[in-house]
């Protein structure tokens, strides 16, 4: 069944629909795409509608990027049985390059990439593996073009490769490639939270309020930290050995667990909000923010109003 279209105003419904007629022409590869997929009569419907989309002139990216998993991953299983698959797959690795290039940062590009991911380990992992090698070559040809030339995706790609990755990661012939573009995501991630500076930025701000507490957090998230996995992350020779060093996502988390070394549930609450605007946390907003309710509880319940009222205040 085809994803429905999510619009955020009655404003914007009539507005797209009044463009419905802004379409581009068909590619020749994507028109014998459809012609491939014609004998089968959902496959096909849904790849029309994806394409038009894809081709209008004011593309609605959040739907294509949803509905781009059921074309890829869903349906994986009719274009890999066809008889110039081949010919046919390489199709969906330009798409999905060309929306990692335009689609705006946040929710689409991270859900287009996480497809772009999950699309090559499935030619990895399928029984016919050994016919799609050429494509998952290309495939991480394109996405070593795409990460090399953009460096927040590049740290974003960090936590979906070590998820996603298994029959990749192990195929004959290419165990060091996927190592390599996994090491240099790990690092990206390492360098970019760590030349950011947010523990020491944190603890300059509220130096006198976290005491010796700011030690602690210091060692926890500070320079010292980041360059001790950097380390780990040079002498990592072997992707099972890359599974050790955090990620993106492992780093984000680390960063919402320093709340954990404050016993007191007001310096728990400053932390947390110092933290909460940091853009590497924004996947973890709900959480953060759960936490800060969480804490002013406990802030009420043990200290009273008043102390409350401070920390509001401030």
Same mark, same amino acid.
């Given at each position: 069944?085809?994803?429905?279209?999510?619009?955020e105003?009655?404003a914007?419904?009539?507005?797209? $629909?009044r463009t419905r !007629?802004?379409?581009g022409?068909?590619?020749?590869?994507?028109?014998a795409l459809?012609?491939?997929?014609?004998t089968q &009569?959902g496959?096909a419907?849904?790849l029309?509608?994806?394409?038009?989309e =894809?081709?209008?002139r =004011?593309?609605? =990216?959040p739907w294509?990027s949803?509905?781009?998993?059921?074309?890829?991953?869903q349906?994986f #299983?009719? &274009?890999?049985a066809l008889d110039?698959a081949q010919t046919?797959?390489p199709?969906?690795i330009?798409?999905? !390059?060309?929306l990692?290039?335009?689609?705006t940062?946040?929710?689409?590009?991270? %859900?287009?990439?996480?497809?772009?991911?999950?699309f090559?380990?499935?030619?990895?992992?399928?029984?016919?593996?050994?016919?799609?090698?050429?494509?998952?070559?290309?495939?991480?040809?394109a996405l070593?073009?795409?990460l090399g030339?953009?460096r927040?995706?590049?740290v974003?790609?960090?936590?979906?490769?070590?998820?996603?990755?298994r029959?990749?990661?192990?195929?004959?012939g290419?165990?060091?490639?996927v190592?390599?573009?996994?090491r240099?995501?790990?690092a990206?991630a390492?360098d970019? #939270?760590?030349?950011?500076a947010h523990?020491?930025?944190?603890?300059?701000?509220?130096?006198?309020?976290?005491?010796n507490?700011?030690? $602690?957090?210091?060692? =926890?998230?500070?320079?010292?930290?980041?360059?001790a996995?950097?380390? %780990?992350l040079d002498?990592a020779?072997?992707?099972?050995?890359l599974?050790?060093i955090?990620d993106?996502?492992d780093i984000?988390?680390r960063?919402?667990?320093?709340?954990?070394l404050?016993?007191?549930?007001?310096? %728990?609450? &400053?932390y947390?909000?110092?933290?909460?605007?940091?853009k590497?946390l924004?996947?973890l907003?709900?959480?953060?923010? #759960?936490?800060?309710n !969480?804490?002013?509880?406990?802030?009420?319940?043990?200290?009273?109003?008043?102390?409350?009222?401070?920390?509001?205040?401030d």
């Amino acid at each position: 069944m085809a994803a429905e279209r999510p619009f955020e105003s009655s404003a914007l419904r009539v507005n797209l $629909e009044r463009t419905r !007629s802004h379409r581009g022409e068909l590619s020749a590869a994507h028109t014998a795409l459809l012609t491939a997929a014609s004998t089968q &009569y959902g496959v096909a419907k849904r790849l029309r509608t994806f394409l038009e989309e =894809y081709h209008h002139r =004011y593309p609605d =990216y959040p739907w294509l990027s949803t509905q781009l998993r059921s074309i890829v991953l869903q349906d994986f #299983w009719f &274009y890999e049985a066809l008889d110039d698959a081949q010919t046919h797959l390489p199709v969906f690795i330009t798409v999905m !390059s060309d929306l990692l290039q335009r689609a705006t940062p946040g929710a689409d590009r991270r %859900r287009i990439l996480q497809t772009f991911f999950e699309f090559v380990e499935h030619l990895a992992a399928s029984d016919r593996a050994a016919a799609h090698r050429p494509v998952v070559d290309a495939a991480l040809s394109a996405l070593e073009e795409r990460l090399g030339g953009d460096r927040d995706l590049l740290v974003l790609s960090s936590s979906m490769q070590h998820s996603i990755f298994r029959a990749t990661a192990a195929a004959h012939g290419l165990q060091a490639r996927v190592a390599a573009l996994l090491r240099d995501a790990l690092a990206a991630a390492i360098d970019s #939270w760590r030349d950011g500076a947010h523990i020491e930025n944190i603890i300059d701000a509220h130096e006198e309020l976290f005491g010796n507490m700011a030690g $602690e957090l210091r060692a =926890y998230l500070g320079r010292d930290w980041f360059d001790a996995q950097r380390a %780990r992350l040079d002498a990592a020779k072997t992707w099972e050995e890359l599974q050790g060093i955090p990620d993106d996502r492992d780093i984000a988390e680390r960063f919402r667990k320093g709340g954990e070394l404050f016993s007191s549930p007001v310096l %728990r609450a &400053y932390y947390i909000s110092a933290i909460l605007p940091l853009k590497g946390l924004s996947h973890l907003n709900e959480h953060l923010l #759960w936490d800060l309710n !969480s804490t002013l509880r406990s802030i009420h319940e043990e200290q009273g109003r008043e102390e409350m009222s401070v920390f509001l205040a401030d």
